[in-house]
């Protein structure tokens, strides 16, 4: 029973793949509705929650996704219900609460087998950066145990990207600086971008060009920008096409 169930489970995601949502959620309820499922049920409800979201039916998604967080903590599939409200809270700028989403998921579950691990610590990291930010604000209306908070997550979250990701040094900073430009904190993803282009390696040199220009063009400044994008396709011939035709 446990073998057909895996193997119907496997015919969803391949069904999803080929966008057939509809002939998905048929099959998922009727194993939803199998008692011999029990164990699958967090898989189950979750990817009904995807298939209900990309179908448009983003009430009743959102209504399933909660159901898992409730009835099934401690499951990876919580976490990512955890985790994509995180995204949720960071689109609307509410850097806090997507802070204390990626913290408790940090704090409660075996992050490193999360498959959006990697994003999570990163995203962490950005939020309590922009947050950090404000702690002279908080000193100056008396919050110091806010402006403690933010800077111990800040220090926690730092290490744990310093063991795991040690070997991706530079990747993780271009995929900061990125997220950074994502929030529009271009001082910061230029900040990054100023030491990528120090590298010694070309590629990583260019990468941290392309940052800087993103950064000068979202502050506005586009004859700088437009420079520093010039120097991509004039110093670099060694740049790939998809760089040089970006820029």
């Known amino acids: 029973k446990e073998y057909t169930a895996g193997r119907e489970i ?3 995601y391949r069904l999803m793949s080929d966008n057939n949502y509809t002939a998905s ?8 509705n199998s008692p011999d499922n029990s164990k699958n049920l967090p898989e189950l409800m979750f990817i009904e929650g995807k298939c209900n979201e990309k179908l448009g039916n983003k009430k009743e998604a959102m209504k399933i996704y909660k159901e898992v967080a409730k009835k099934f903590p401690g499951t990876n599939f919580a976490a990512e219900v955890l985790y994509m409200e995180g995204l949720d809270h960071e689109k609307s700028g509410n850097f806090s609460e997507a802070a204390k989403n990626y913290s408790y998921i940090i704090d409660n579950y075996v992050y490193e087998k999360l498959w959006f691990f990697e994003d999570l610590a990163l995203r962490l990291k950005t939020c309590e950066t922009i947050l950090a930010e ?8 008396g919050e110091n145990n806010q402006a403690l ?11 744990i ?6 070997e991706k040094k530079e990747d993780i900073a271009i995929k900061e600086a990125e997220l950074f430009i994502e929030k529009k904190e271009f001082q910061k993803s230029l900040e990054i971008a100023e030491n990528l282009i120090k590298h010694k390696d070309k590629n990583i040199k260019i990468r941290g060009i392309v940052i800087k220009g993103k950064s000068l063009y979202g502050q506005g400044k586009f004859p700088e920008a437009a420079e520093e994008f010039k120097k991509i396709i004039s110093d670099y011939p060694s740049a790939d096409e998809n760089q040089k035709n970006n820029a």
């Open 10 to 12: 496997k015919e969803i």
């Open 25 to 32: 959620l048929e099959k998922i309820r009727s194993l939803i």
């Open 134 to 141: 404000e702690e002279m604000l908080f000193t100056m209306r």
């Open 149 to 159: 908070s933010h800077q111990e997550n800040l220090k926690k979250i730092s290490a």
């Open 161 to 166: 990207i310093e063991i795991f990701f040690s």
